[in-house]
């Protein structure tokens, strides 16, 4: 079964706004069997609307759109679609109690524009709205099936859940999407394409998606099938063959962030960590402390901008900052075990770098970037020459500490760690 | 003039990737004077391709297209394009060339079927690509023109930039949009509406798009118009009104983010700053830092997750933790003072609250802040509460954070400050 999914909004057609609401259906439509063919995005404009919809059961079987249920003159959806098919518009009575029931619970009169969202294409099936006052509209019409949701995402959302999926469930489709979700550190874009891309050939039937994040790498690879053994095995084959191409790069084959791992790997082996950055700016101690449960592991961290809070806040020594630079291999592992002493944690991390746009020179270019690592038995360091502007210099070097942390435990462990 | 913007790509239909390449042709085309009335998002089969293209050609003056252009079977856009309009493709030796040339300059040889990359429409001007071996390629036919560019998106600015843009201005079109950019915090979404929507019956000309980014709320006042005068002195005129009805959480009126006000407020006040960060783990000085030059004001930071670092980092007293909470106005204070002295600088801003999703009790719930800033003189705190899963109140803790950074200097500076 194919879909297409019209998202309705003027200011979808602007600079500023980007339809999401399309994947959280795309995910949905996915989950039950239905693939979608063809996306649309659509201004109130009637004349667009009209031939938007129209195109759509020209090649759809199922549309599903979002936005347009609105009270104002500006909402035209369901007109839209009416029109259409051909039928009329009525005022469902049991709705417009519901509406005003909504109001008075809120301590609000309902103004008399908001009536117009009790109008109820002929035919249609109505999903009630939990959320709020629109509610979607179910139209079985010329082979077709045509669902009107609300564009504001928790009550699209809740509808999609309750009333939507279930419906679709029913309909006995019998393919499945099935697919992975690999996480993957320390390599490019470019280079995790060119080590994956030969295994396409040899699994014809599988899709991969490659995804460049501010949280690293991700592949997704995917299949369509009514046959969940066959279609998980063929998944597991093109997973392990992903896995030997990218060798100690893979974070994770379910969809976990490096965050989670390090998190496990900590916990795991009884460690805590504490961090020293400063060209990153707070980002690897905020990306550590996003993941729940963290004041589990994470003892806190220091961002030493000045040369001074180095030597007075990590204990970094002056001299050395000033023979080898704030920005050099010693003074990422002096952050690393010196923050690790303050704070009496099992690792240190420290990072120092130049995110620019200025400060680069020919020795120390912008997007030089050291980072140590230290336990109590030792501290080591790697020098990493990052790509692109502040904001993804800033993100590899916070990336790369994360899985420094995580090869720490991995592959570098010596022997007798707790 | 009006365009839709066609994306083709099938990954673009997986409920991992958004087509974010069509705000860009979107901000370029309104920018010489044409509006986007529909856009359209399809993968590689190639009836769903043409049918995309058929109903753009019949309801918009200019379709440019973005993907499809790479060297394999799945790139389809020319071959689309020229049975749509019953033209044939054929080789242009001098992109073969440029292409083999490029191949070369990369030390490699140029694989056979990137010669697909040099097939040309009948009739259509080459759009040489500096960026990449796809040229772009433009069409006029049936009273419209198409234009065809690379989905990779340096090579789509870089072509829109030299070869595109010129050509459409060259069209004459008179009218052009005219817009401002207002950033607003310390307000929710649905305040923000509330407060500035009875402007827009005012004003029928204008609209307006709101957006709630992690970085704030954004107001987009907008107009079409041929005469400039006209439209900046009506939007002059909405800016003033909303201004009065946002009063001091209206942060700037011309797109700068409330880190660049700060930034300019302390570089102004030749003040410095520091700051003692517990709920949102190194989040606000990693805001502070992303703007570039903030090593010029910002001092440093301590992310301080556990009662003791607190102590030993930024001189809390444990009396106090113990007494009052580690989440207490009395602890928001101490932090922001404390870091205040340890590290020297004007302004301390100590953080402490509770994000969730544990931790929270009847008393101190999920959500609580509390946000203290100190200068020599005083130390002030404010509580909060704030909606939403821990990333979202660690984001409203970090602007309000700003936010009391900038009122700080605006709206509450005693007298004599430097």
Redesign the interface.
């Known amino acids: 079964m194919n879909a297409e999914i019209i998202a309705v909004g003027?200011?979808?057609?602007?600079?500023?706004?980007?339809?999401?609401n399309s994947?959280?259906l795309?995910?949905e439509l996915?989950s039950v069997g239905i693939?979608?063919?063809?996306?649309?995005?659509?201004?109130d404009?009637p004349?667009?609307m009209h031939?938007?919809f129209a195109?759509a059961l020209?090649?759809a079987d199922l549309v599903v759109s979002c936005g347009g249920l609105g009270p104002t003159d500006d909402d035209r959806t369901r007109q839209t679609v009416a029109d259409l098919l051909g039928r009329k518009l009525h005022c469902d009575e049991a709705i417009l109690e519901k509406i005003r029931e909504r109001f008075r619970r809120f301590a609000r009169a309902m103004p008399e524009i908001n009536a117009r969202q009790a109008l109820v294409i002929d035919g249609a099936t109505v999903l009630p709205n939990p959320k709020g006052t629109a509610p979607g509209q179910w139209i079985e019409a010329k082979g077709h099936i045509i669902v009107l949701l609300p564009g504001v995402p928790h009550e699209l959302h809740a509808l999609m859940e309750v009333e939507v999926k279930p419906r679709l469930a029913r309909l006995g489709i019998r393919e499945r999407l099935f697919t992975r979700d690999l996480r993957i550190s320390g390599l490019f874009e470019s280079d995790v394409e060119q080590r994956v891309s030969p295994l396409y050939a040899a699994y014809p039937e599988t899709?991969t998606?490659i995804?460049a994040t501010a949280r690293g790498i991700?592949l997704?690879p995917?299949i369509w099938s009514d046959d969940p053994q066959k279609a998980e095995k063929m998944l597991d084959q093109i997973v392990n063959q992903m896995a030997l191409a990218l060798g100690e790069n893979l974070v994770s084959t379910h969809g976990e962030y490096i965050e989670e791992i390090v998190a496990r790997l900590l916990t795991e082996n009884h460690a805590t960590i504490a961090?020293a950055?400063s060209c990153?700016?707070?980002?690897?101690?905020?990306r550590?402390?996003?993941y729940?449960?963290?004041?589990a592991y994470?003892?806190?961290?220091?961002?030493?901008?000045?040369n001074e809070?180095k030597t007075?806040?990590v204990g970094v020594p002056a001299e050395m900052i000033a023979a080898k630079g704030a920005v050099s291999p010693e003074v990422a592992t002096a952050l690393a075990d010196g923050i690790r002493k303050?704070?009496g944690a099992t690792i240190g991390v420290g990072i120092t770098g130049i995110a620019?746009?200025?400060g680069g020179t020919p020795e120390k270019p912008v997007g030089l970037v050291h980072i140590g690592i230290a336990d109590e038995r030792s501290a080591r360091e790697r020098k990493f020459q990052f790509p692109g502007d502040?904001?993804r210099i800033?993100n590899f070097a916070a990336l790369n500490a994360l899985d420094m942390v995580r090869r720490h435990f991995l592959f570098a462990a010596p022997p007798g760690r707790s």
Chains 1, 2 share one sequence.
């Open positions: 003027s200011e979808l057609l602007t600079p500023y706004r980007l339809d999401t994947l959280f795309t995910a996915n693939r979608v063919v063809h996306k649309a995005v659509v201004g404009d004349d667009e031939s938007s195109h020209d090649r899709e998606t995804l991700e997704h995917r961090v950055e990153t700016g707070g980002l690897l101690a905020e550590i402390t996003n729940p449960g963290s004041s994470f003892l806190g961290g220091v961002v030493c901008y000045s809070l007075s806040l303050r704070t620019g746009p200025n502040r904001e800033r």
